[in-house]
């Protein structure tokens, strides 16, 4: 794991120095080893800056950049099966000098060009120059574990692993993207594919990107992507061979990810999903497997559970229960550790996993994508049970009933936004075919209510449409919903969250369950295997009860979540003094200053019905003085 950076510059300008400072804002990805190459290449010079994190092959040989034939690479990530793809170029008469996977990618490359791609398992975003074709290539992982921002105007094009190395570069313009500022209200955090800044965007999972460095032009090509595994052929399997099948995967995926030359744990809670991967490893492993868990004073605790987790599988459990005050001390430090705007709060308390784990390992597994891949998030359900209701109604009466949900939005109480929303959303989604409707409703219900959108913001902007996935098989309204959030949630907000927070402690996270090979895997399944009406994630549930008794796991789902409104109230009302005052508001010329000061004071009196505003308005504002006015 490492942080990269460099620029493209087609009038021939910066050097070396440029480059190591671009890298060094992302010291903390990399803290181990650093590097730089600068090179002129068709017509523009090009330069490459890298933080090293040591993970495989320690010794400075492993270095980056690193160079071979005519080709030069700059890599952030892990290729799990590089030990395979080096056997295959040993084969084709390829000579190693380093036992590092940075080394097999770069020969991969010069082997097969950007179709290495394909052949890899792995969390990765990086960038090779091809000084033979005066190229230079853009690639990040399919799952988009690993990120990579790119930057692109006036015959300059800067990038790097987080947003904070291209506001060195001189040439770097910080414009606010309206369209991306109404989305991160929208969802708590900017797509993929955009940048809260103009002329700047994150590079899409499962996508390469080529500059041609004569001409400047560009290209991009998918590679992979989850809604062509939705759209393949359903499995025949039976349920037995699948839940056998799972196995084998889940095995072989986490067994790659604890391959490194320094220590590994994993991140547990009491939940499936890190329970499945615990599991997994104890089969496999002559050690106990370090597992790290924080519990809380107040809110969601899953630490008993996980203790007992942990005793049945014979883990070495490292526990830490954090304070309210640990937890608050985290929220200054987020606009620098999420240096675009970020909504998601649970990364409070993964920055303080983060920080505990680090203290004894450099690597940690996460289990994150269970929910997506599996069908976990009970809202999956809700939408099975409202489409099955409107699947009732005769096609000629959709119409008709649309337009009367639209009049009953408008007579609401204007207290009433959020049923306005979904009134309004159910009304024009009545007018497509059912896979479009469900995968509508799944995203309005995460949109920003339209009338908070008009009241709040000088630059009005629709909500984003969403269309369906155009299947070429009969796929389930869930495989709609899944297959969004697997694309959208888990990459822009669950992703970004474990990136940020693990990197912020320099410990590197790796994710088992978004190996793609259990992607497709389930995504080809039938629903009920996955879903059966009455149990979610009922096969990664199955492959669970053969390890630890069902009664250890029984309880809700919980999840990550700290009281930060009542804090806002309370506490830490300061800080809604100091960000959210007339005065910070009108810095950006963004806000209707009045409605947003006036939503503060009713949400003080607790009299406001959408609350996740509040703490989307902050995060804003932080992230503003700690990025615009610096």
């Not at 009732?392 to 009933?401: A, H, K, N, Q, Y």
Request: charged share 20%.
């Amino acid at each position: 794991m490492c942080g990269l950076a460099g620029f493209i510059d087609f009038s021939g300008h910066g050097d070396e120095s440029l480059a190591a400072v671009m890298a060094n804002t992302l010291t903390h990805r990399g803290p181990d080893d650093s590097g730089v190459w600068v090179g002129d290449v068709g017509n523009a010079r090009i330069g490459l800056g890298h933080r090293r994190l040591s993970i495989i092959d320690i010794r400075p040989e492993s270095a980056q950049p690193m160079s071979y034939g005519g080709f030069q690479i700059v890599y952030n990530g892990e290729i799990y099966n590089y030990a395979e793809v080096r056997d295959a170029l040993t084969a084709l008469g390829h000579v190693f000098q380093t036992h590092s996977d940075t080394e097999v990618l770069l020969h991969a490359f010069a082997q097969w060009g950007p179709a290495c791609v394909k052949r890899l398992i792995g969390m990765f975003a990086f960038v090779v120059v091809d000084t033979h074709a005066a190229k230079i290539h853009f690639f990040r992982d399919r799952a988009g574990v690993k990120p990579i921002y790119i930057y692109q105007k006036n015959g300059l094009c800067i990038f790097g692993s987080e947003l904070k190395a291209l506001h060195v570069h001189p040439g770097f313009e910080k414009q606010i993207d309206e369209d991306a500022f109404s989305r991160y209200f929208d969802y708590g955090y900017v797509p993929s594919g955009q940048c809260i800044f103009r002329d700047a965007k994150k590079l899409q999972p499962g996508t390469y990107e080529t500059i041609d460095l004569v001409t400047g032009s560009r290209e991009v090509q998918c590679y992979w992507s989850v809604e062509a595994q939705y759209q393949a052929q359903q499995s025949t399997i039976d349920y037995p061979g699948a839940l056998e099948q799972l196995g084998g995967l889940l095995d072989s995926a986490c067994r790659y990810r604890m391959v490194a030359d320094v220590p590994v744990g994993l991140f547990l809670s009491g939940g499936y999903d890190s329970t499945a991967v615990l599991a997994s490893l104890a089969q496999s492993s002559s050690h106990p497997i370090k597992a790290f868990t924080i519990g809380f004073e107040t809110g969601n605790n899953e630490l008993p559970q996980a203790q007992q987790i942990a005793a049945h599988l014979g883990a070495e459990h490292y526990a830490y229960t954090c304070t309210e005050h640990d937890a608050r001390a985290i929220i200054p430090d987020l606009p620098e550790t999420y240096d675009e705007p970020f909504a998601d709060s649970s990364a409070i308390p993964t920055t303080l996993v983060s920080r505990f784990a680090a203290g004894h390992v450099k690597v940690a597994l996460s289990a994150d994508g269970g929910d997506e891949t599996f069908y976990g998030y009970t809202s999956y359900a809700q939408l099975g049970r409202r489409i099955a209701k409107l699947r009732r109604l005769p096609s000629v009466t959709r119409r008709p009933i649309a337009a009367v949900l639209r009049a009953s939005a408008s007579v609401l109480p204007a207290t009433k936004i959020r049923q306005r929303q979904m009134l309004q959303g159910l009304g024009a989604a009545l007018h497509e075919d059912d896979r479009t409707m469900a995968a509508r409703l799944h995203v309005v219900a995460r949109q920003l209510p339209r009338d908070y959108r008009r009241a709040l913001f000088m630059g009005f902007c629709d909500a984003e449409r969403v269309h369906g996935l155009c299947t070429t098989r009969s796929t389930d309204v869930l495989d709609e919903a899944a297959a969004w959030d697997y694309a959208n949630y888990l990459v822009d907000d669950i992703l970004v969250k474990v990136d940020r927070a693990t990197m912020s402690a320099s410990l590197e996270g790796r994710e088992p369950l978004l190996d793609h090979r259990l992607a497709e895997f389930a995504a080809r399944l039938p629903i009920s295997y996955k879903y059966d009406g009455g149990r979610q994630k009922r096969i990664l549930k199955d492959y669970v009860h053969q390890y630890v008794p069902e009664k250890i796991m029984a309880g809700p789902k919980r999840g990550f979540t700290i009281p930060v409104l009542r804090w806002l109230r309370e506490d830490l009302s300061d800080l809604l003094d100091e960000h959210l005052s007339a005065e910070c508001l009108a810095e950006s010329g963004l806000f209707n200053v009045g409605a947003v000061v006036q939503l503060v004071e009713d949400f003080r009196q607790n009299r406001v019905h959408y609350t996740p505003l509040i703490w989307k308005l902050l995060m804003f504002q932080m992230w503003y003085q700690r990025w615009m006015k610096a």
